[in-house]
C-alpha cells in the first residue's frame, strides 16, 4: 500500500545511496508538510485497520448466525413461545429450566445419549487404533485400502441408515436371517432398549471409524523409524512395539479424538432420527434410543414449543462445557503424568 | 498444534468467504426471479402463478396446468413440490409466520387444517367469495373444516379419503368367510367389535402365517376416523383421555393385537410394504388412495384378488386443501386457480388419473366416478362404494394437535401391546407421551 518511493526513505547526502530528492535540500513548505502528515496519518489508519476489515466477514456472519441465534435462543427460552406465532412471548422466567428437573423424557434421552456415546465411541476408536496399525506396515495397494477407509465418511447418513434399518429389519431383515440361520432367535432390532441402542451405533461405528484410522495412521507415520529399530534391536516384540513406542507416542492424537469423538456422540441426531420406525423423533415406541439432539427436535419442530426446545438447547450447551472442562482436566493431568 | 489451529482459522475463512459469495450468488438469482415474474415465463406479458405442494397431488400429471394455460394464454403455471408432508407443514409454517417466501397457492393436509385455520387465518385469502367457487358443489364436513369461527373460508378441499375396508377374496375363502362384498359388508355392519369378531373368526382358520389385518395403527385409525368426537370436543377442548370412545377404540385394538389379530407392523414402513408384497393379511381400512398404494407394492400375482366392502362405520383418511396467502404475488389469479382446480370436473378428471377421490359431491354423478376400476379389485365398481362412505362420513371435530395424540396413540400405544405390554401400559405410556407432547 505505502510503496511511494519519493517519500518512502529520506534524501541523503552526496555520497549516499538514495538520490536526492528534487529541489534540492529546501526545507518544505507548509503545505506540503500538511499534505505529507495527512498521508501518514492515512496509512496508519490503513495499517491498523484493514486487517480487521480483512477479517470482518467472518465476524459479520458469526454474530448473524451464530451469536445471534445463541442469544435469541437463550432469549426464547425464557418465554412460552410456539412456532406458528414465534412473535408471541409469554415470559416464564426460569419455568422451561426448572421442569426439565423433572421431565422423564429428557433425562431418558440423557442416558440414552450416554449409552449410545459409550458403545458407539469406544469400540469405534479401538478399531480404528487396530486398523491403523496395520494399515502402518507396508501394503500391496495401500493407498487404495486408505481412501476406501474414508468410503463410509463419505456416504451420506441418510443413505446409509436407510441400508441399516434394512439390514436390522425384525421380520426380513438380513441380520436377523442371518441369526436363524445360525439358531439365534429373531432379535427385534428397533422395539427392545439394548438391540436398538447397538443397531444406531453400529451406524455410527461404521461411518466414523475410518476417519478416526487416518488420524491415527498419520499420527503413527510421524513416530521416527529409530525408536522401533531401536526397540527391535532390544528385542521388543511386535506387540511389545506397539505398546511402548506406537501408544506414548500417540496420546495427543488420542486424546484429540477422544474430545472431537465425545463432542460428536453428544449431538448423535441423524442416524437415530432416521433409524426410528415412526418417522418422527420419538426414538422409538418407548423412547428407547431417542437421543437429546432428537428430543429438542421434538419438541421444537414436531410440537412446535420453541421456547422448551430453547431451554433445552442451552442445557445441552451448558453439558457440552462440562464434558469440556472435565476433558481439559484430563488431559492436563495426562500430560503432566507424561 | 499450531498448525492445526491454522489450518482451521484458514478453513473458517475460507468457508465465510465461500457462504459469503453463494449468499451473493443467491441474492442475484433470487432478485432476477421476483423483480420479473413476467419476462422471466419467456412469453411476452405473461403471470406466472407458482404452486407449492406436497407429494404427487396429481394436478400436471392430470394435464390441469395445460389446459387452464390454454384456457387462459395470460397465465403460465409453475409448480414447487416437497415430497414429505413432515418438511412441507414446518416450512410452510415458518413461511406464514414471518409473511415470506410463500407460494402463490399453497396446498395443506387435512391433519394441519385445524392448526392453520386457528393460527394462521388472518394470513390467508378468504376463499368462499372468490370467483368461481361453488360452495355446494363441496362436501359439507369438507367445507367446514376450512372455515373459521367467523365464516372465512380459508382453503379449498381437494381430495378426501372416504375408507372402506378392502379384503382378500381368496384369504375369505380359505379361512371360510363369505367373499363377496355384500355379505362381507354384512359381518360387521355398523359395529367395529363385530369387525374384531370376524377377525377371530378368520384366525380359527387363517391360512399359515397369516393375520386378519395389517397393523394396529391401522386398525385404530379406521375406529377413531369414524367417530365424529375424537380429541377435541366441539368448543376446542382437549378430551382425548376422557372421551369414551377414544378409550375403547384403543383397548380393542389392544385387544385384537394380544390375540394375534393385527400384524406388529408400523404403517408405512419398509416392513410394512413387505407384508403387502408377501400376502401376510388379509383386510385393511383403505381410502382410495391406499388402493394405488397396494398395487404399486404388490406383486403381479394378486391382480383382482382384492374386493371392497362398507366398512362398519363410515370415516375420513387423508385430504388436502388448497389456500392463497395474502401476501402472494398473483393473489387474485391464484384465487381464479384455485377455484378452478378444485372444481368439480377437475377433481372428476384428478380422481381418473391419480385416484384422489373428489370432495366436490358434485362430481360423485360423473362417468369418470361412476365407472372407475381398479386393477387391483378387478370389476368392483368402487367409485360407487367410495362415493358412498364420502357422502356417510360423520362432520368430524379435527383439532390442531390431531396428528400429535394420533400418533402418540398409534406409535407410541397400540404398537407396544404386540411387543408384549399389556394394554394398561400401552395406554400409560401413549398418554405420558402426548401429554408432554402437548404441554406448552
Given at each position: 500500500?505505502s510503496?511511494?518511493?519519493?517519500t ?8 549516499g545511496?538514495?538520490p ?6 529546501a526545507?518544505?513548505t ?5 499534505r505529507?502528515?495527512r ?5 496508519q ?9 480483512f477479517?470482518?466477514p467472518?465476524?459479520v456472519?458469526f ?46 434421552a440423557?442416558k ?5 456415546g ?6 469405534q476408536?479401538?478399531?480404528?487404533m487396530?486398523l491403523?496399525h ?36 425384525r421380520?426380513?431383515g438380513?441380520i ?5 440361520a445360525?439358531?439365534?432367535n ?11 441402542q447397538?443397531?444406531?451405533s ?21 513416530i521416527p ?10 528385542g521388543?516384540s ?9 501408544l506414548?507416542?500417540?496420546r ?9 469423538s ?11 432420527l ?24 421434538e419438541?421444537?419442530w ?5 421456547g422448551?426446545a ?13 464434558i469440556?472442562?472435565?476433558n481439559?482436566?484430563i ?7 507424561s | 498444534?499450531?498448525?492445526r ?7 473458517v475463512v475460507?468457508?465465510?468467504v465461500?457462504?459469503?459469495?453463494a ?5 442475484c ?7 420479473s ?7 411476452g406479458g ?17 394435464g390441469l396446468?395445460t ?27 415458518n413461511?406464514?409466520?414471518?409473511n415470506?417466501?410463500l407460494q402463490d ?7 394441519n ?12 385469502e ?8 361453488d ?8 367445507w367446514?373444516?376450512a ?6 373460508t380459508i ?36 359395529d ?9 373368526q378368520?384366525k380359527?382358520?387363517a391360512?399359515?402365517?397369516t393375520?386378519?389385518?395389517d397393523?394396529?395403527?391401522g ?9 365424529k ?9 382437549i ?11 384403543f ?29 401376510k ?6 381410502p ?12 403381479p400375482?394378486s ?30 389469479e ?16 384428478l ?11 358434485a362430481?360423485?354423478?360423473?362417468p369418470e ?18 362415493a358412498?362412505?364420502?357422502?356417510s ?38 398418554t ?9
Amino acid at each position: 500500500m505505502s510503496t511511494r518511493h519519493d517519500t518512502a526513505a529520506p534524501p541523503e547526502k552526496e555520497g549516499g545511496a538514495a538520490p536526492a530528492a528534487r529541489g534540492g535540500a529546501a526545507p518544505p513548505t507548509e503545505a506540503e508538510t500538511r499534505r505529507r502528515l495527512r498521508q501518514s496519518r492515512r496509512w496508519q489508519r490503513d495499517v491498523r485497520w484493514s486487517p480487521y476489515a480483512f477479517v470482518s466477514p467472518f465476524f459479520v456472519l458469526f454474530i448473524a448466525f451464530g451469536l445471534f441465534p445463541l442469544i435469541y435462543t437463550g432469549w426464547a427460552s425464557l418465554h412460552t413461545v410456539e412456532l406458528t406465532a414465534p412473535t408471541d412471548m409469554d415470559w416464564v422466567g426460569l419455568r422451561n429450566y426448572t421442569r426439565i428437573f423433572d421431565d422423564d423424557f429428557f433425562w431418558n434421552a440423557a442416558k440414552n445419549t450416554l449409552t449410545i456415546g459409550i458403545i458407539s465411541t469406544v469400540p469405534q476408536l479401538l478399531m480404528a487404533m487396530g486398523l491403523a496399525h496395520i494399515l502402518n506396515y507396508k501394503l500391496r495397494a495401500s493407498t487404495f485400502y486408505r481412501v476406501a477407509m474414508l468410503a463410509p465418511y463419505a456416504t451420506s447418513i441418510a443413505a446409509a441408515s436407510l441400508v441399516f434399518v434394512l439390514l436390522f429389519g425384525r421380520d426380513y431383515g438380513m441380520i436377523n436371517w442371518a441369526l436363524d440361520a445360525v439358531g439365534i432367535n429373531p432379535v427385534d432390532w428397533q422395539n427392545d432398549k439394548w438391540p436398538s441402542q447397538i443397531a444406531v451405533s453400529s451406524i455410527i461405528i461404521w461411518r466414523w471409524t475410518g476417519y478416526n484410522t487416518l488420524i491415527y495412521l498419520a499420527a503413527m507415520q510421524a513416530i521416527p523409524q529409530d525408536l522401533y529399530e531401536s526397540a527391535a534391536l532390544d528385542g521388543a516384540s511386535r506387540w511389545q512395539q506397539f505398546l511402548h513406542v506406537t501408544l506414548p507416542s500417540l496420546r495427543p492424537t488420542i486424546l484429540f479424538t477422544v474430545v472431537v469423538s465425545t463432542i460428536g456422540a453428544s449431538q448423535v441426531f441423524g442416524e437415530p432420527l432416521l433409524f426410528d420406525a415412526n418417522k418422527g423423533a420419538s426414538g422409538g415406541a418407548e423412547h428407547q434410543f431417542q437421543t437429546l439432539g432428537l428430543y429438542l427436535y421434538e419438541q421444537g419442530w414436531i410440537n412446535q414449543h420453541l421456547g422448551r426446545a430453547s431451554a433445552i438447547a442451552w442445557t445441552m450447551f451448558l453439558i457440552l462445557i462440562i464434558i469440556g472442562i472435565v476433558n481439559y482436566v484430563i488431559s492436563r493431568r495426562l500430560r503432566a503424568s507424561s | 498444534m499450531r498448525a492445526r489451529t491454522r489450518t482451521a482459522r484458514q478453513a473458517v475463512v475460507l468457508a465465510a468467504v465461500a457462504s459469503l459469495g453463494a449468499g451473493l450468488l443467491a441474492g442475484c438469482a433470487d432478485d432476477g426471479n421476483s423483480a420479473s415474474p413476467s419476462e422471466s415465463g419467456g412469453g411476452g406479458g405473461k403471470t406466472t402463478i407458482t404452486l407449492g405442494l406436497f407429494g404427487t397431488m396429481g394436478f400436471k400429471e392430470a394435464g390441469l396446468y395445460t389446459e387452464y394455460e390454454k384456457l387462459n394464454p395470460k397465465i403460465k403455471i409453475a409448480e414447487n413440490v416437497i415430497e414429505r408432508n413432515e418438511n412441507y407443514y414446518p416450512a410452510l409454517l415458518n413461511h406464514l409466520t414471518t409473511n415470506s417466501g410463500l407460494q402463490d397457492i399453497q396446498a395443506v393436509e387435512v391433519g394441519n387444517i385445524a392448526e392453520i385455520v386457528s393460527t394462521q387465518a388472518d394470513k390467508l385469502e378468504d376463499l368462499s367469495k372468490a370467483p368461481g367457487v361453488d360452495k355446494s358443489a363441496f362436501l359439507d364436513w369438507k367445507w367446514a373444516q376450512a372455515t373459521t369461527a367467523d365464516d372465512k373460508t380459508i382453503a379449498l378441499g381437494t381430495d378426501v379419503g372416504p375408507m372402506a375396508i378392502c379384503y382378500r377374496k381368496d384369504m375369505f375363502e380359505a379361512a371360510g368367510l363369505p367373499s363377496d362384498r355384500d355379505a362381507v359388508g354384512k359381518l360387521w355392519a355398523g359395529d367395529w367389535n363385530k369387525f374384531v369378531s370376524v377377525g377371530q373368526q378368520y384366525k380359527a382358520k387363517a391360512p399359515k402365517g397369516t393375520t386378519f389385518m395389517d397393523s394396529p395403527g391401522g386398525l385404530l385409525n379406521a375406529i377413531l376416523s369414524s367417530e365424529k368426537e375424537k380429541f377435541y370436543d366441539s368448543s376446542g377442548e382437549i378430551i382425548y383421555k376422557t372421551n369414551p370412545a377414544i378409550k375403547a377404540g384403543f383397548d380393542l385394538t389392544a385387544k385384537a393385537a394380544k390375540d394375534g389379530l393385527v400384524g406388529a407392523q408400523t404403517q408405512f414402513q419398509a416392513s410394512w410394504d413387505t407384508t403387502i408384497a408377501n400376502s401376510k393379511f388379509a383386510a385393511m381400512a383403505c381410502p382410495p388412495w391406499m388402493l394405488g398404494y397396494i398395487k404399486g407394492k404388490s406383486k403381479p400375482e394378486s391382480a383382482g384378488k382384492w374386493d371392497v366392502a362398507v366398512a362398519p362405520k363410515s370415516g375420513n383418511w387423508g385430504g388436502s386443501f388448497l389456500a392463497v396467502p395474502k401476501s402472494a404475488k398473483h393473489a387474485k389469479e391464484a384465487q381464479a386457480l384455485a377455484a378452478w382446480l378444485t372444481a368439480p370436473a377437475q377433481q372428476a378428471k384428478l380422481f381418473a388419473v391419480q385416484g384422489s377421490f373428489p370432495s366436490a359431491q358434485a362430481a360423485y354423478t360423473s362417468p369418470e366416478v361412476t365407472g372407475a376400476k381398479n386393477d387391483m379389485t378387478g370389476s368392483a365398481p368402487i367409485g360407487e362404494i367410495f362415493a358412498e362412505a364420502a357422502k356417510s362420513s360423520p362432520v368430524q371435530v379435527i383439532g390442531p394437535k390431531d396428528q400429535i395424540i394420533q400418533q402418540g396413540l398409534t406409535d407410541n400405544g397400540v404398537i407396544l401391546v404386540t411387543k408384549g405390554k399389556s394394554a394398561k401400559e400401552a395406554w400409560e405410556t401413549a398418554t405420558k407421551t402426548i401429554d408432554n407432547n402437548l404441554e406448552k
